[in-house]
């Protein structure tokens, strides 16, 4: 596994377009086609339809894009896999991120906050090489926090500096945490802190989204999750002036001495600029099911309504677009829509 590299080395490439819309327009294909499958118990066949109505619309962009964070590797995905090419083959060269489906549990069973997310950096290289690493320790704040904490410091010290930054009391914060029985120990310690919790069962690419989006009433994310979902997040969170700090994390000794002979270090603190070393990052989401961020699709008689999130870092732009969606102008492909 590549070593990430300084921020200071940056490999960002120049964007001369605004490719947002073209990036919301994808994850809206994965949505629609996805939602179909809501509580419908098959999570495959809903992250199915999602890869292929998202396949398609990426590749149809003009751009050179390589897949760094996709389905799994080209033997166990056919499509959307990591190293896939998409697009058009022209400039500019820009590395893409993509989850047709985060939350498959959520959707497959109706939860909230289930989402589609892709996320797009200039200049191959830029986006942290997480494909060696399934799981890390995971903190991160909104803008108003930024720069406030330290992963490698108890949870209860970070807890009382990020209350200093917001003018809030600690018993006043509430933290998001994958609602898993590892963090019996970390839910304990934020408890004792005095913190609120709001436990999530998937989505913390969601839970990352909810500490810097002014509404959710949610202001830190802690513990430990997907390593490909913290580099999404900190591509969200780079254009929303929020932070994210990592550190890897492997569940059996086995997998640590794998990564480690791949290159990686387990003591090194990872920053949002280790993970997404371009300083022009597109992030788009829309949402499947309701959540805290984004509402989801919504179906009608002859149309279906979407709500979208899409930032960009250069510009600090964040847009909110709700859109509506006629099936007389869709292919069927294009949908995903199931037999029934």
């Given at each position: 596994?590549?070593?990430?590299?300084?921020?200071?080395?940056?490999?960002?490439?120049?964007?001369?377009?605004?490719?947002?819309?073209?990036?919301?327009?994808?994850?809206?294909?994965?949505?629609?086609?996805?939602?179909?499958?809501?509580?419908?118990?098959?999570?495959?066949?809903?992250?199915?339809?999602?890869?292929e109505a998202m396949r398609l619309s990426l590749g149809k962009i003009e751009m050179d894009g390589l897949v760094v964070i996709g389905e799994g590797e080209k033997d166990e995905a056919p499509m959307l896999y990591i190293g896939e090419r998409i697009g058009t083959g022209v400039p500019p060269p820009v590395d893409i991120a993509v989850d047709p489906v985060e939350g498959t549990t959520l959707l497959?069973?109706?939860?909230?906050?289930?989402?589609?997310?892709?996320?797009?950096?200039?200049?191959?290289?830029?986006?942290?090489?997480?494909?060696?690493?399934?799981?890390?320790?995971?903190?991160?704040?909104?803008?108003?926090?930024?720069?406030?904490?330290?992963?490698?410091?108890?949870?209860?010290?970070?807890?009382?500096?990020?209350?200093?930054?917001?003018?809030?009391?600690?018993?006043?914060?509430?933290?998001?945490?994958?609602?898993?029985?590892?963090?019996?120990?970390?839910?304990?310690?934020?408890?004792?802190?005095?913190?609120?919790?709001?436990?999530?069962?998937?989505?913390?690419?969601?839970?990352?989204?909810?500490?810097?989006?002014?509404?959710?009433?949610?202001?830190?994310?802690?513990?430990?999750?997907?390593?490909?979902?913290?580099?999404?997040?900190?591509?969200?969170?780079?254009?929303?002036?929020?932070?994210?700090?990592?550190?890897?994390?492997?569940?059996?000794?086995?997998?640590?001495?794998?990564?480690?002979?791949?290159?990686?270090?387990?003591?090194?603190?990872?920053?949002?600029?280790?993970?997404?070393?371009?300083?022009?990052?597109?992030?788009?989401?829309?949402?499947?099911?309701?959540?805290?961020?984004?509402?989801?699709?919504?179906?009608?008689?002859?149309?279906?309504?979407?709500?979208?999130?899409?930032?960009?870092?250069?510009?600090?732009?964040?847009?909110?677009?709700?859109?509506?969606?006629?099936?007389?102008?869709?292919?069927?492909?294009?949908?995903?829509?199931?037999?029934?």
């Amino acid at each position: 596994m590549a070593r990430p590299l300084p921020a200071t080395e940056s490999v960002s490439a120049e964007i001369s377009r605004n490719l947002a819309l073209e990036l919301v327009r994808v994850t809206e294909a994965g949505a629609l086609a996805s939602a179909r499958w809501m509580g419908r118990g098959d999570k495959n066949r809903a992250d199915g339809a999602a890869v292929e109505a998202m396949r398609l619309s990426l590749g149809k962009i003009e751009m050179d894009g390589l897949v760094v964070i996709g389905e799994g590797e080209k033997d166990e995905a056919p499509m959307l896999y990591i190293g896939e090419r998409i697009g058009t083959g022209v400039p500019p060269p820009v590395d893409i991120a993509v989850d047709p489906v985060e939350g498959t549990t959520l959707l497959s069973k109706g939860l909230p906050n289930a989402l589609s997310v892709i996320a797009m950096a200039g200049g191959h290289g830029s986006l942290y090489d997480a494909k060696h690493v399934a799981y890390m320790h995971k903190l991160a704040t909104g803008a108003d926090a930024a720069g406030s904490f330290n992963i490698e410091d108890p949870i209860g010290v970070n807890l009382q500096r990020i209350a200093r930054a917001k003018r809030m009391r600690v018993s006043a914060l509430t933290v998001v945490i994958l609602d898993r029985p590892r963090h019996e120990g970390l839910i304990k310690e934020i408890r004792d802190a005095g913190a609120r919790i709001k436990l999530i069962s998937d989505g913390d690419v969601a839970g990352a989204l909810m500490t810097a989006i002014e509404g959710t009433g949610l202001d830190v994310l802690a513990g430990i999750g997907g390593a490909t979902e913290a580099v999404l997040s900190a591509c969200a969170l780079k254009s929303l002036g929020g932070e994210i700090q990592c550190k890897l994390y492997a569940r059996n000794p086995e997998e640590k001495a794998s990564a480690e002979a791949a290159g990686a270090d387990f003591d090194e603190v990872l920053g949002i600029d280790d993970l997404v070393r371009s300083d022009d990052v597109f992030f788009a989401a829309t949402g499947i099911t309701d959540g805290e961020v984004l509402s989801g699709v919504k179906y009608h008689m002859n149309w279906a309504e979407t709500e979208s999130l899409v930032t960009r870092s250069r510009s600090g732009t964040v847009r909110r677009i709700h859109a509506r969606h006629h099936w007389g102008y869709k292919s069927r492909e294009w949908l995903g829509q199931p037999e029934g």
